[in-house]
C-alpha cells in the first residue's frame, strides 16, 4: 500500500500545484490514498469551504491542518459538515471538527489518518504524547496502517513522538515548518519518519511569505502585513510504502519537484488536471 502525504499547500501557488499535480504523482507512485496539510491553503492563512471542497476534487482524500486551521472564521462550520477535514486531535474537548479519520484506499482497504500538534514555541495544547496513544489504541481497532501528520515547530519534537511511537503506527511525518528535511527512515520497530515534508506552494519568498515584509521584520523589529508570495512554486510531498497486514512501513521517499517538473508530469500521464 503507497501513502502520498503533500506537505503544507500555500496559497493560490500551491493550490495549483495540487490542481496540476495530485492526480499524476498518484498515478505514477500508484498512490492508494492522498493526504494533504492544507491549513495554509487561503491565502496562506488558514482554509475555506469553496477551497476545501476544490481540494478533495483535485483527488485529495483527507485534509490535515494545524495552527492556521482557525484563521478563517467559515472554517467553524466547514470543519464539523467536512470529515475529510481534520484538526489536531489535542485541542480541547469541545472544540469544533475531529482530529481523526478512518479513510478508504481506491480498493477498500482502512487507513488511519491522525492529526497532532506540538507545544514546544506554540500555542499550548492537550498533551500530544500521551493523546496519541489513547488515540492510536482506538483506531488500531479499525486500521492497521495508521498515518500521523504531527504538526509542530521543534525538531526535536517531532522525531520525539517518532520514536514514542515506533511500531504503533505506520508513519509520523512533520509539518508546520515549511522546509523539507532530509532525515526520512524507517525507525527499528517499523516506523516511517520524516521531520518536516516541507511546503507546497511559492518557494522564491520565506516560508510562504513575501520576502520584503518577512525580512523587514527580521531587521527592524517592526510589524508588518504577511501576505502570501506569488509566482511558481515546489510541490514538497512523500511517499511511505506501508504492509497492510502488519501496519508496518516498507519504504519512504520524499519528493521535490518544481512547477515545471509538475507540469511535465501531469503532460506525460493519463491523469486529468480538471482545468
Known sequence: MNILFIGDIVGRPGRELIRKGVRAL????EADLVIANAENAAAGFGITKDIGDTILEHGVDVMTSGNHIWDKKEVLE??????????????????????????????GEPVAVLNLMGRVFMTPLDDPFAL?????????????????????????EKIAMGWHLDGQVTAVVGTHTHVQTADERILPKGTACLTDAGMTG???????????????????????KF???T????????????????????AIERLNLSAAEVDALAATTSAPSHG
Do not use: Q
Not at 90 to 107: L, M
Not at 211 to 219: E, H, M, N, P, T
Not at 231 to 250: E, M, Q, Y
Open 231 to 250: 509566482g511558481p512554486g515546489r510541490l514538497n510531498a512523500v511517499i511511505v510504502t506501508a504492509d497492510p497486514r502488519t501496519g508496518r512501513a516498507t
Open 132 to 156: 496519541a496513544l489513547r488515540e492510536v489504541e482506538t483506531l488500531r481497532a479499525r486500521a492497521r496502517v495508521i498515518f500521523v501528520d504531527f504538526h509542530a515547530e521543534a525538531t526535536s
Open 78 to 107: 466547514y470543519l464539523p459538515r467536512e470529515p475529510r477535514l481534520l484538526r489536531p486531535a489535542n485541542f480541547p474537548a469541545g472544540v469544533p471538527g475531529r482530529g481523526s479519520i478512518v479513510g478508504r484506499t481506491r480498493t
Open 227 to 229: 501576505e502570501a508570495a
Open 202 to 224: 511559492p518557494h522564491d519568498s520565506i516560508i510562504g511569505v513575501t520576502v520584503d515584509a518577512a525580512l523587514g521584520r527580521f531587521i527592524n523589529g517592526m510589524p508588518a
Open 26 to 29: 498518484a498515478e505514477k507512485h
